[in-house]
């Protein structure tokens, strides 16, 4: 996917970005040398709470943000018919349709907290994108601190 649109992408700002959740850096390093995923921004997240914060439960996991900064799907990759159509639909600016998606094109993501029959609660997408700000910020500093 990255050797295929790599070009393109850069020019369109998409990001691929690895947040390992290897306990030492010389696995992570290991990992990326061995599957060649050079093309990944990888990030080690030492022992941050990031799985936490965001609900990761498992590996992989995805989390597409829009051109507004928006999460427009997250979870595990295979929850989406085609990922690489997906990045290239966000890079035009498009709006994710399909399972999984934080709303239908053009319906608002605001959706009350409801439990359901499962003691399943739903959350607010406003609280996810609150969630992503502080993500933002923190990777802002990590970026900063070799």
Request: with cysteine; charged share 35%.
């Amino acid at each position: 996917m990255i050797t295929k649109n790599g070009d393109t992408w850069k020019e369109k700002k998409v990001r691929i970005i690895g947040l390992s959740i290897d306990n030492e850096m010389n696995a992570l390093v290991k990992h990326v040398k061995d599957k060649e995923w050079t093309g990944v921004e990888h990030f080690h997240r030492a022992k941050s709470d990031a799985s936490k914060v965001y609900s990761v439960n498992g590996v992989p996991h995805v989390m597409l943000v829009d051109q507004k900064g928006v999460i427009a799907f997250k979870g595990h990759p295979a929850g989406r018919d085609n990922l690489e159509q997906d990045l290239n639909d966000l890079a035009e600016g498009k709006a994710l349709t399909g399972k999984g998606v934080a709303a239908p094109a053009g319906e608002s993501c605001k959706a009350p907290a409801e439990e359901k029959d499962d003691g399943f609660k739903e959350i607010e997408m406003d609280m996810i994108n609150e969630e992503i700000a502080e993500f933002r910020n923190k990777m802002t500093e990590l970026q900063q601190n070799e």
